[in-house]
């Protein structure tokens, strides 16, 4: 939920994807919105991706490291949804 994720929602708007919020490991920002959207924890993603029918997630992480990347890409692969990493 920082200025990446920011700037992607911007890009999206008006796109044929519907943004349904962003994920944050900071529990600070977890339960505010950014932009409209509700900013959720990491913990929630299989919750939301079958509640919203989830098809892709955006992942816009500039800063995380290599290792913690492979993390989310390992807690997403078993929900069966389509990933794109956006490059810094």
Request: hydrophobic share 40%; no cysteine; glycine share 6%.
């Amino acid at each position: 939920a920082g200025s990446a994720g920011r700037q992607l929602l911007q890009a999206l708007t008006g796109s044929e994807m519907k943004v349904v919020g962003f994920l944050d490991d900071d529990p600070r920002l977890q339960g505010r919105t950014m932009l409209g959207k509700l900013i959720y924890s990491p913990d929630r993603i299989e919750e939301l991706v079958q509640r919203y029918a989830l098809t892709h997630i955006l992942l816009a992480l500039p800063s995380a490291s290599r290792r913690r990347r492979n993390e989310i890409l390992e807690l997403i692969r078993p929900l069966k949804v389509k990933v794109q990493t956006l490059p810094a």
